[in-house]
């Protein structure tokens, strides 16, 4: 099932005019098809070049039935979260309240104490060279090896039985300062951790006397005017959406449906829900200098050397990295995934041209005898569409 419209950009979504580029539904169509066909149940998507918006949604909502995805669907965005949160502690180091090369134990001394409270700058946890390991395989004992990105030999189960557990923050925070460290604070590349950004999280509450969801929602979403971003009040997702399917490399056949999840394990590092219209909105003022100063985008875009999850090395920067094609124009955004749902979303640097892409099922590479994920349609039709999305 396919959806899909092009249209000129609302009178709330104009900014500056600028020089468009040429915006075609016919190739973008055809590559939502391609991943659609290649395996993924549902994909939706809204590019934006100039004033002009392409949307489309290609694919089901629920397995087993007819009801289609539709470009306006929410989403769990997973750790596109985190840009929403470096945006709200910017503001308040814009206020004199943070200072991002302060010790991390100045702020937050009874979570990382001692010497390595007065090594991790906050810097170090927004651009992950702190050196705090990961905290998920603590949390989801069958995903042990997670931390080094050994999948072969764990299994989803503790996904199952941690469904509805709701996690206390400071609990998650212990588990990854406790952990052996992954490296010295400052060094690099550094290590891709939640756990950064769950301190992140105490350092916002601390700063500001509230809950970091309401301070982010209060001073950064509603800022931005975004319609359908919320932090998930409990497991369910409000409002129309996909549901969400984990493979877990094949192990789950057919694929499990986690729309359904509590997200305290993740917080302010990845429960955001939203939609691909609302991301490309705040991408687009993000980038123009709208919701933090460009003093404070420019350190955004200084990058360092981390590890991904995915066992890469990539530059990133303070909750923002690039995309491009050696010749061609950089994007910058985030990727996420949580349980059964990706997320893209990338902006031009110029702020001309932005993608958001939304996929429901995750996690869909089986392994091989030695945990490594091996290749997939779905990863070519990906990035056929994002090139297509990107560069037109």
């Known amino acids: 099932m396919r959806t ?36 993924v149940p549902g994909v939706f998507a809204e590019v934006r070049a100039g004033d002009q918006v392409w949307s489309g949604a290609v694919g089901v909502a629920e397995t087993g039935t007819d009801r289609p995805v539709t470009p306006r669907m929410r989403h769990r965005i997973g750790s596109v979260t985190k840009p929403f949160t ?10 004199g309240t943070i200072d991002l090369d302060a010790p991390v134990g100045r702020y937050l001394p009874k979570l990382v104490p001692g010497p390595r409270g007065d ?29 080094e990105f050994d999948f072969a030999r764990t299994g989803p189960q503790s996904l199952e039985d941690h469904r509805f557990t709701r996690f206390e923050r400071t609990e998650l925070i212990r588990m990854g300062v406790e952990a052996p460290p992954a490296g010295a604070p400052g060094s690099t590349p550094g290590l891709y951790s939640n756990t950064n950004y769950l301190l992140l999280a105490e350092l916002l509450a601390e700063v500001t006397g509230m809950p970091a969801e309401e301070y982010i929602t209060r001073d950064v979403i509603e800022r931005a005017g975004l319609r359908d971003t919320v932090f998930p009040s409990g497991p369910r997702i409000e409002g129309p959406h996909a549901r969400m399917y984990e493979s ?6 057919p694929p499990r449906d986690y729309s359904e999840f509590d997200m305290s394990f993740v917080g302010p590092a990845g429960s955001l829900i939203s939609t691909v219209a609302d991301l490309n909105r705040f991408f687009g003022l993000l980038l123009a200098g709208e919701i933090v100063g460009p003093a404070s985008l420019a350190q955004m875009q200084r990058t360092v050397k981390v590890v991904s999850q995915e066992a890469k090395v990539i530059d990133y920067g303070l909750g923002l990295y690039p995309m491009s094609v050696p010749g061609l124009p950089t994007f910058w955004g985030h990727g996420g995934t949580v349980w059964g749902a990706g997320t893209l979303a990338m902006t031009r640097a110029d702020g001309r041209r932005q993608l958001a892409v939304a996929v429901n099922l995750q996690r869909w590479n089986v392994l091989d005898s030695e945990g490594r994920p091996q290749a997939h349609p779905i ?6 569409l994002y090139e297509v999305a990107m560069y037109g």
């Not at 810097?123 to 995903?143: C, D, F, I, K, Q």
């Not at 990863?379 to 056929?384: F, H, I, R, V």
Request: glycine share 6%; proline share 7%.
């Open 86 to 95: 470096v945006a709200a502690v910017l503001r308040q180091f814009e206020a």
């Open 4 to 39: 899909s419209v092009c249209r000129g950009l609302p009178r709330a979504y104009e900014r500056t005019p600028v020089v468009s580029d040429e915006l075609n539904p016919a190739p973008l169509d055809a590559a939502l098809e391609r991943v659609h066909r290649a395996g």
């Open 119 to 147: 090594a991790i700058t906050v810097r170090m946890l927004v651009n992950h060279t702190s050196g705090l390991a990961e905290y998920l395989p603590y949390v989801y004992p069958s995903l042990e090896g997670f931390a």
């Open 379 to 384: 990863d070519a039709a990906l990035a056929s």
């Open 248 to 253: 877990w490399f094949g192990k789950h056949e």
